[in-house]
Structures are given as C-alpha cells and as structure tokens.
C-alpha cells in the first residue's frame, strides 16, 4: 500500500486529497498542514500540524511515515526548496525544484525566461530596484500600467491602473513605497481584454493540458471591490469558456509547452507538477499575466472534479516516472462552478471564531471543499480567509451555477459569496467584450 504525504491544510489540497483516495488501489494519505482541515482530517491516516515555512520539518515528517512520494499544494514550500530537500533524502515530489518554482516566486525570473527563449506572449515590461529610468519607461505605456512587486503575494499584489489606483502620480506612490520596502518591481504595460486559467500536468518533457477556467478575484459582484485569492471559478462542458477561440486555448498550450522546456534547458531540470498560466485574451491574441508553480485556488476543484475516477493516482505515478505521454485522460464533458464562503470583512479585516452550519448543504447537489475553517466540539469556526468552497457540477453551466448559489446560499454564519460566478449576465457581459474588442 503506497503512503502519500499532502503539504497544504486548504480547499485545494481537500480536492487533491480526495482525488488521491478515489482510486481503487487503497492508499494510505498523510498530511501536513498548517490547520486542520476537518475534510482532510476525515481521510487521513496521520495529520502532523506545523509551520508550511518548516521545510525541514516536512522533509523528516515525510521520511518517519516511509513516503512513497509527496503532493506539495501550495506555493509556499516549493519556493523554499522542499522539492530540492525531499530529492535529497531520496523521496520523489510532484512539484518543481526550488530554482524551477521561481516561475511563481519570481515574475522578474518568468519575464526574462519567455524573453531568452523567444516565448511569446509578455506585455512591455521591465524591472526595476530604484527609480532609475522608471519615468522614461512609463513614458513608453500610453494605455497605462500594472505595478508587480515581483515575489509572492498570494494573488493580492497586483495594481493595475484604473482598477485599484487611479493616476500615474498614485501609481509612482505605490511604486516608491515597494522600493522602499527593498522589493524588486516589476511594471508592465496595462493590457485589455478577458482573463483565464490554463493549467497543464507535466512530466519535464510531456503535458496533459486540462480544461479552460475562469477566476473571479474581486470580492463582490460586478468584479468590484478589492482583490482577493479568488471568490470563484466556472468551467464549461467543451474545456474552453465562452469568449475564447479555438486558436486562443492553442496559443496557450503551447505557451504552457515552451515554458516547460525552456524552464529544463536552463534549469538543467524537469518541472514535475503543474504548470498553471494565467493569461489574457486580447485583441492582438493571447498574453502571458503570470504563472504558478501549481494548482490553482479554487481551479483545483473544478479540474479535479473532471478527472475520470481512480486516475488522479496513476497521473501522480505518470509525472514521476517520465511517461505522462501515456496518460490518455478523457476530461469529463461536464461544465463546474465553484463559489467560496468566505467571512464578513474579507479580506482587508475578516471575522474570526464565529461559528458555521453547513448541516443543511445537500452534499448530493454539490461538493464542499473546506478551507480557512477549524473543527471544534463538532462545530466549525471562521479562521479568518475564505472559509468553504462549493462546487456543483452540470451540462449546462447556468444550471451547475444555480446548484452551486442554492446549496452556498444554506451555509449559516456571518460570510457572503459572489451571486453572479457562472450566471448568464456577467457571461454576457464578457462574451461581448471581446467581440468589440476583436473588431477593433
């Protein structure tokens, strides 16, 4: 029986979890966590709670309970280099080398990597440590500009112009105020049109693209108000999303494709785990926003949801041992919408420690997927992010929308979610974007 380590305590590694157990060969699943996810909790085998900075920890933990291999969920330790330490003691990781992973913990590393080797798909954009040439360059962005501090924000750091600061005097505020932090920033011109996900497995030479999704960040409807590390995502039947082309899931698969390469050309290393590119739909074709290093928050659980059963397994197996080219996974042709719970206040000043009730979700209508929540005496608390993903699922994705708002709707407590993921308006609204925007 094969013992598997899970690193991460949220709603992703609840889905990865569950994905790891829903295979015929019985596993025996361990995690570590930084809280106790009682979803994770249910199908564990032993839940070590620790710092997710402990990579040392990690690395002893997953040697005492004898590892077969290690799923790493979140950013975090593969910035740390726990994939590096893991080699070491001789214990196989899906997730990339700490080098490899600054793809997510370097946008400066991702920008110049595309630029070596010829990739396309970046906006104009340059890196900056002090002030020097920083007006000339913002001279050259007459559409505006998006400030980057380049190291890892957990999806909140980005500011664009006209969305979260409103002249380029404020811009060159926020600027300074990084710098004098001592970060590295990275600007780039300000791009138009409408975002997605596209997230493939790789092996370091072979690739399963999975399907198209779209994330929501602002925290309410209308996509206003602050960025948060995501409020939502839908999925359709066809793996693309309404208002992309068929060329325009190509360019990104190949954009997925070339960086994986290059990262093992200069690197000298394979990128084992998820390849996650966030890209732009714009008029002149498909531009490159960012990457991670792997499954994306909530975009894990709408993909994972459209694995045959029993395969998430043997794709894990396929990314270690080279041979992810005989994977021949056939996705689910069902459209998913996941919308998080998260506490009144999120996410500038969310409450905490008040109760939730989710007795009365019909988990046969929708999954739930826990997240920033702790179990106490069979009750569930607000640990102060979002709280609890639920993910329904349909043909048609209106419908998986109107399962997922009707059993969200259920949860008791002082949270809110995003009423309009996956409806039909702010579809609309998106499809003729990019309408007008291609006939420009």
């Known amino acids: 029986m094969k013992r598997i380590l899970l690193i991460g305590g949220g709603a992703r590694e609840h889905a990865l979890g569950l994905a790891l157990k829903n295979d015929p060969k019985a596993i025996e699943l361990f995690v570590w966590a930084g809280n106790r996810n009682p979803g994770l909790a249910a199908h564990a085998a032993g839940l070590s709670i620790g710092s997710m900075s402990d990579v040392q920890g990690m690395c002893r933990y997953a040697q005492n309970i004898k590892a077969d291999f290690v799923v790493v969920g979140p950013e975090g330790p593969l910035a740390l280099g726990l994939v590096d330490l893991l ?63 380049d190291g890892l924000t957990g999806g909140k750091g980005v500011k664009v112009m006209g969305d979260h600061f409103g002249s380029r005097e404020e811009g060159m505020e926020i600027i300074r105020e990084l710098l004098a932090e001592g970060s590295q920033v990275l600007i780039e011109e300000k791009l138009i049109g409408q975002e997605f996900s596209l997230m493939s497995f790789c092996d370091g030479e072979h690739f399963l693209h999975m399907p198209a999704v779209q994330d929501h960040k602002r925290a309410f409807d209308g996509d206003t108000g602050p960025n948060t590390g995501g409020m939502g995502t839908y999925s359709m039947a066809d793996g693309s999303l309404p208002f992309l082309q068929e060329a325009d899931i190509a360019a990104a698969k190949a954009i997925n494709e070339a960086v994986g390469h290059a990262l093992r050309k200069k690197c000298g290393k394979p990128y084992r785990g998820v390849l996650y590119g966030g890209f732009m739909a714009t008029r002149d074709g498909i531009r490159l926003i960012e990457y991670n290093a792997r499954l994306g928050d909530p975009e894990a659980m709408n993909v994972l949801s459209l694995l045959p059963d029993g395969s998430f397994l043997r794709l894990c197996e396929a990314m270690l041992s080279g041979m992810l080219n005989e994977e021949k996974i056939r996705w689910k042709p069902i459209a998913t919408v996941c919308k998080y719970a998260v506490p009144q206040g999120y996410p500038d000043a969310p409450l905490k420690g008040l109760p939730l009730d989710v007795s009365e979700v019909n988990q046969e209508k929708a999954g739930l997927f826990y997240a920033s929540v702790e179990e106490k005496e069979g009750s569930f608390l607000l640990a102060g992010s979002r709280a609890i993903a639920v993910l329904a699922m349909h043909e048609d994705v209106h419908e998986a929308a109107r399962l997922a708002e009707e059993e969200i709707s259920k949860i008791k407590g002082p949270v809110f979610h995003r009423q309009d993921i996956g409806g039909a308006e702010l579809m609309a609204q998106r499809v003729r974007m990019m309408e007008i925007l291609r006939k420009r």
Request: proline fraction near 10%; aromatic fraction near 10%.
């Open 87 to 149: 080699e070491e003691a001789g214990i196989p990781a899906i997730g990339p080398h700490r080098e490899l992973a600054q793809l997510e913990s370097s946008k400066t590393f991702t920008r110049e990597l595309l630029r070596e080797y010829g990739i396309p798909g970046s906006p104009a954009f340059r890196s900056f440590g002090d002030e020097v040439g920083l007006e000339e360059f913002l001279d050259s962005l007459p559409m505006g500009f998006v400030i980057k501090p």
